[in-house]
């Protein structure tokens, strides 16, 4: 389902405006810097399993850009959102 199909309480960017970034899971967090899913997932359900397949957070920014291309469906978009999220959390320790 996609996420605009979902209530808006519970799509990732309105919880982040109305909640904060305490009320979202990594999923939903990562999700919002991925902006779009690929084809046949949601921008979230390509978020869960980027963290299965690297364990967290901290494993995702830590990947070489081939491993996260790879495993990431849209090669550019990804690279990129990868970049940003890097740059963005050099000064700040996810854990």
């Known amino acids: 389902m996609a996420i605009s199909d979902w209530p808006s309480a519970e799509r990732p960017r309105e919880k982040l405006i109305y909640r904060g970034a305490k009320a979202l899971s990594d999923a939903e967090l990562l999700a919002i810097f991925l902006r779009t899913g690929v084809a046949g997932?949601?921008?979230?359900?390509?978020?869960?399993?980027?963290?299965?397949d690297y364990?967290?957070?901290?494993?995702i920014l830590d990947a070489d850009v081939k491993s996260f291309c790879t495993n990431s469906g849209s090669y550019r978009q990804r690279s990129k959102s990868r970049h940003a999220i890097s740059r963005k959390n050099s000064k700040t320790r996810i854990a």
């Open 41 to 52: 997932s949601s921008a979230v359900d390509l978020a869960r399993q980027l963290l299965l």
């Open 55 to 59: 364990g967290s957070l901290r494993g």
